[in-house]
């Protein structure tokens, strides 16, 4: 059995077979990339892989008759090691853009979000003009990367995670931090003597958090897309959402019965 290496977190699942490279995932153990530090989408607790995007995976698994192996990785790398087979599956809460596409294939949506600006309290950054000369801490190849870019005069400052990030926007280093914004209220919710606000806001419907596969295996791609669709159906989804996160609805795509957030890809 091979073992990806990590210097951010140890695997926390059982392994029986490593799946990286086949087509069919029937019994299989398949390796899923994630974050150690995202919640409540993404994160170690006590050792163990958890969060929304995680344990909907998890239930995926178990409908389709495979297991899962979850190893912490930096975001910048994940979709690279994903095209590349090193893994199976990307649980990252992943937006499904254009760009995205052309290097992974992704499944149908599990959560739309906002991206939201982080900052001091009182540091009236609400405005999209609001950003001259600020300095924005981003998720180095995060969507929110992309998305302060575009904030005229801004200074974009990239760390390959969440945490670092935050460190640098508590001690004063950066006048704001770019995040999605379920993931900053988590953070503000963890940090409540530290005074921050939420700032400039947009709503990323359009592209879905999915999960993301290599091209060149639609079996894999199949599966989990009748999993999730399985998981709309019943409720799974709007349940786990509603376990997570505590003050936003679940879409209304993804509610019981609903229609589910279906993703073309390239």
Not at 220 to 231: F, I, P, R, T
Request: glycine share 10%; hydrophobic share 40%.
């Amino acid at each position: 059995m091979r073992k990806l290496l990590s210097t951010l977190a140890v695997v926390a699942s059982a392994v029986t077979l490593t799946a990286c490279g086949s087509s069919d995932a029937s019994g299989q153990t398949l390796r899923v990339g994630t974050l150690t530090d995202a919640p409540p989408s993404i994160y170690l607790e006590n050792g163990q892989f958890t969060g929304y995007d995680n344990e909907l995976l998890r239930d995926i698994a178990k409908r389709e008759g495979f297991q899962v192996e979850f190893v912490g990785t930096e975001f910048s790398g994940l979709l690279a090691k994903v095209a590349g087979g090193q893994l199976d599956i990307g649980s990252s809460t992943i937006s499904a853009t254009t760009a995205r596409k052309k290097t992974v294939a992704f499944t149908d949506g599990y959560d739309t979000s906002y991206t939201t600006v982080v900052g001091k309290k009182g540091a009236n950054l609400a405005d999209a003009n609001a950003f001259a000369g600020k300095r924005l801490g981003v998720v180095q190849g995060s969507v929110q990367d992309e998305f302060a870019g575009k904030l005229a005069g801004a200074e974009v400052v990239r760390f390959p995670d969440y945490n670092a990030g935050f460190a640098q926007l508590r001690n004063g280093s950066l006048d704001g931090w770019v995040v999605p914004k379920d993931i900053g209220q988590k953070y503000l919710d963890q940090n409540p003597t530290v005074p921050l606000e939420f700032g400039y806001t947009v709503l990323d419907k359009d592209t879905p958090s999915a999960y993301a596969v290599a091209k060149s295996n639609p079996d894999l791609l199949n599966k989990l897309n009748d999993g999730l669709a399985k998981a709309v159906a019943d409720g799974t989804v709007a349940r786990l959402h509603a376990q997570f996160f505590k003050q936003a609805p679940v879409a209304p795509e993804l509610a019981k019965g609903g229609p589910g957030l279906p993703v073309k890809n390239a």
